[in-house]
């Protein structure tokens, strides 16, 4: 039974997806269900930081450039390197298919990290805004960590971890997680320090991290023992 309920979670999960979890030591099937589950816990757990860290971003950066451009409507004013005005007049094309005006509001929400990130890329810093984005944005932190390079690569460092726990994909297999995750609690801090201190109450990474592979392998295999219990239920009830 056990075997038969793999296979119907590899057919729906797929088998691509599971493999990710077993081939690099050909894990039997109890390991690769349980890495599965625990991904899936790492991923949970920096969700919140993640998601407190998007927003803040992008609220700090838009009243930065309402500061800077003297006007809320900022985007319609400032100059931007190609790839970045081109996120951003994508972002509005999709508000106005949806029939919303890109105000203010609408249009940050709209905006991806991709799109945040950019803003201190290489190709930006020919603009006068970005240094006084960044200085107003990182406020906390001492001039060497603020400078846009260090932000650029810092940034692009976390959103690819954001798009590979949104996309749900494995990120177990990073032996930096620890750093990463100290790095947006880190880059929160630079943002608002107060803020910062009301989260880390709600952070359970380290946790979840330490838990250890045991610890799921031993709901790996309740969750995989379902089946069984449930045909055994069936056949007592024919009985």
Do not use: M
């Given at each position: 039974m056990v075997q038969d309920f793999y296979l119907n979670i590899e057919k729906n999960l797929s088998k691509d997806r599971l493999d990710n979890y077993g081939k690099m030591d050909n894990a039997d099937r109890e390991t690769v269900v349980?890495?599965?589950?625990?991904?899936?816990?790492?991923s949970q757990s920096l969700y919140q930081l993640l998601h407190f860290f998007e927003i803040l971003l992008r609220n700090k950066i838009n009243n930065a450039f309402i500061a800077f451009a003297k006007r809320v409507d900022w985007y319609n004013e400032i100059s931007f390197d190609k790839y970045t005005e081109d996120m951003l007049n994508k972002a509005m094309e999709k508000l106005n298919e949806r029939k919303i005006s890109y105000d203010n509001g609408h249009?940050?929400?709209?905006?991806?990290?991709?799109?945040?990130?950019?803003?201190?890329?290489?190709?930006?810093?020919?603009?006068?805004?970005?240094?006084?984005?960044?200085?107003?944005?990182?406020?906390?932190?001492?001039?060497?960590?603020?400078?846009?390079?260090?932000?650029?690569?810092?940034?692009?460092?976390?959103?690819?971890?954001?798009?590979?726990?949104?996309?749900?994909?494995?990120?177990?297999?990073?032996?930096d997680l620890p750093e990463q995750h100290d790095l947006i609690l880190k880059l929160i801090r630079y943002m608002d320090k107060e803020f910062c201190k009301r989260i880390i109450p709600l952070d359970t990474f380290n946790e979840v991290l330490n838990s250890g592979i045991d610890e799921w392998k031993e709901k790996a295999s309740k969750f995989m023992q379902v089946e069984d219990d449930i045909e055994r239920k069936q056949i007592q009830a024919d009985s």
């Open positions: 349980a890495r599965y589950l625990w991904n899936i816990a790492i249009l940050v929400a709209e905006l991806n990290l991709g799109f945040w990130t950019s803003l201190f890329n290489k190709y930006n810093s020919q603009y006068s805004f970005q240094g006084e984005i960044c200085k107003s944005t990182f406020s906390n932190c001492l001039p060497d960590e603020r400078k846009t390079k260090k932000v650029y690569k810092d940034l692009e460092k976390i959103r690819l971890l954001r798009n590979r726990v949104s996309h749900y994909e494995r990120i177990i297999h990073w032996k």
